[in-house]
T-cell receptor
Framework: AQKVTQAQTEISVVEKEDVTLDCVYETRDTTYYLFWYKQPPSGELVFLIR??????QNEISGRYSWNFQKSTSSFNFTITASQVVDSAVYFCALSEAGDDKIIFGKGTRLHILP | ETGVTQSPTHLIKTRGQQVTLRCSSQ?????VSWYQQALGQGPQFIFQYYREEENGRGNFPPRFSGLQFPNYSSELNVNALELDDSALYLC????????????FGSGTRLTVV
């Protein structure tokens, strides 16, 4: 069965600190996709990254970086030098190849304090 | 590229009523999916439409139904509304089998009283 677990319900950090959001997933497929989305108060889900199961290279995009480890079924997201505008709910998600739905975790609400 | 637009943005309905939510897909996308996001939860897959036919369904009762039109716009209909149907309803468009190239709209917030 597919499952995504985000154990951190809510995190608060002071601006400029680094913060890591954890994500653990379960799937029986060998081919799958992992995602991170950001949801600001406006409600729209903003796509951040998609990673397929065959690409375990870590990725960096500006202040954002992602650590994909198949051995521990984790896909963690780090924000470096956090800013107040990073405050939002962040969702980790999973989609199996050929399956048209995305399974979301429950999200982590991130507060960046000025 | 126009993005995904949903209407209305907010809606209040009474228990037992019926509601129709609308979604206009991103240009070039032939598939639309609907998700329900209850407060404090992640979005849950309701169903997907491809070429005007249902292409997959999550664990939602038949009173949740949909339509997709030739221009790829879509509707989500919910009959016999219950209080637990109060949620943010998100529409996402994609190209079928693109394995995650979804573009989400801002959603319709439905409140059932």
């Amino acid at each position: 069965a597919q499952k995504v677990t985000q154990a951190q319900t809510e995190i608060s950090v002071v601006e400029k600190e680094d913060v890591t959001l954890d994500c653990v997933y379960e799937t029986r497929d060998t081919t799958y996709y992992l995602f991170w989305y950001k949801q600001p108060p406006s409600g729209e889900l903003v796509f951040l990254i998609r990673r397929n199961s065959f690409d375990e290279q870590n990725e960096i995009s500006g202040r954002y970086s992602w650590n994909f480890q198949k051995s521990t079924s984790s896909f963690n997201f780090t924000i470096t030098a956090s800013q107040v505008v990073d405050s939002a709910v962040y969702f980790c998600a999973l989609s199996e190849a050929g399956d048209d739905k995305i399974i979301f975790g429950k999200g982590t609400r991130l507060h960046i304090l000025p | 590229e126009t993005g995904v637009t949903q209407s209305p943005t907010h809606l209040i309905k009474t228990r037992g009523q019926q509601v129709t939510l609308r979604c206009s897909s991103q240009s070039g996308h032939n598939t639309v999916s609907w998700y329900q996001q209850a407060l404090g939860q992640g979005p849950q897959f309701i169903f997907q439409y491809y070429r005007e036919e249902e292409n997959g369904r999550g664990n939602f009762p038949p009173r949740f139904s949909g339509l997709q039109f030739p221009n790829y716009s879509s509707e989500l209909n919910v009959n016999a509304l219950e209080l637990d149907d109060s949620a943010l309803y998100l529409c996402a468009s994609s190209l079928l089998r693109d394995d995650g190239g979804y573009t989400f709209g801002s959603g319709t917030r439905l409140t059932v009283v």
